[in-house]
């Protein structure tokens, strides 16, 4: 493994190249939310502990590890560093006195709002929210479970997966050969669990439950964003049912209400949400993000994340290329 000044070092190099997280949170003569380019740099800790790596791995997942990750608390500085974006890979690269390349996109005029704008969806109880309600939220909010997260690690072996997805897939079309396209095997995935979990719940029939999933618009949005683009494009799809409905009906319904709630998450929502987010959001003084209030979800929703197409296998800092699984993290307080 390089040292830890060569690591260092190669940090210095990215964030010459990543200025935004280098620099600091601030608001513009508006008040509108911004990022200083002042160069002040992030905070690098040096931990060592005295043990061989082997009497350590792997890391079992525990409440103890999740105390591991760096506090939020009185933190100025904008990057926490966790395994999620191509900056680990530059970081890497650097430290190994290789180019950056690509080199980061920070363009943000690809989000330009249209001439005129079109608000085709309503994006007001999904992405914004009154601003009322998020003085009935607590700050402390997601904090005061800490202690109550259970972390449980399941692997599901590729011929589970396989005969789940054949078994949430729809039927034959209309009696002919055909068949239609196969739900993929994230979506039959999130389908058994959902039906899963809220049954192990024991919920009411007539209650109602949804799934937040993360939707990645770099893929979605006309023209695409470019692979090098530096920031957030992620919006959320919202699949809800009663509960009595999910745990009636088969799999395939299930299957069938989260392939339908990710689709509606196109380009044409993506550019609705930035012309709303730019005309109406700032105009209108009672609506907050709810980025910034749904820190927990909690019964009877759950929250999916995907990480299937994080760079992992790319990140390397000199110790050859990190072997990682795949991951689909589930988010939720019973």
């Not at 990480?307 to 296998?313: A, E, H, S």
Request: proline residues 7%; charged residues 25%.
């Amino acid at each position: 493994m390089p040292t830890n000044a060569a690591i260092e070092l190669g940090l210095q190099k990215a964030l010459s190249e990543y200025r935004e997280w280098a620099g600091r949170l601030g608001e513009d003569e508006k008040g509108d939310p911004v990022i200083f380019l002042n160069d002040k740099g992030v905070k690098f800790v040096e931990a060592s502990v005295d043990c061989k790596l082997d009497q350590l791995m792997p890391l079992k997942p525990s409440p103890v590890l999740l105390r591991l990750h760096p506090s939020l608390k009185d933190v100025e500085e904008l990057v926490q560093v966790q395994l999620t974006s191509n900056f680990l890979v530059a970081w890497g690269k650097a430290s190994r006195c290789l180019d950056m390349s690509p080199l980061p996109l920070h363009d943000r005029t690809i989000f330009n709002p249209r001439k005129p704008p079109n608000f085709e969806f309503e994006h007001r109880g999904a992405e914004f929210k009154s601003k009322k309600l998020l003085k009935d939220y607590p700050n402390n909010y997601a904090d005061s479970f800490v202690d109550d997260i259970v972390v449980h690690k399941v692997h599901f072996t590729l011929d589970f997966l396989s005969k789940l997805k054949a078994r949430a897939s729809p039927p034959s079309n209309n009696g002919n050969n055909l068949q239609n396209k196969p739900y993929s095997t994230f979506e039959s995935l999130v389908a058994h669990l959902w039906r899963a979990i809220t049954k192990a719940r024991g919920l009411s029939g007539f209650e109602t439950t949804h799934v937040r999933i993360s939707v990645n618009g770099r893929m979605r949005m006309s023209p695409r964003v470019p692979t090098e683009y530096f920031g957030n494009s992620v919006l959320w799809a919202f699949p809800r049912a009663r509960v009595k409905d999910l745990l009636r009906e088969p799999l395939p319904y299930a299957a069938k209400l989260i392939h339908e709630a990710i689709a509606k998450v196109n380009n044409s929502y993506f550019k609705s949400f930035i012309d709303f987010a730019t005309h109406k959001a700032e105009k209108e003084e009672d609506l907050v993000p709810t980025a910034e209030m749904n820190k927990s979800v909690l019964c009877p929703n759950l929250e999916v994340d995907s990480w299937l197409r994080f760079p992992f296998y790319d990140l390397d800092f000199g110790g050859e290329v990190l072997i990682y699984s795949r991951h689909l993290i589930f988010q939720q307080k019973e």
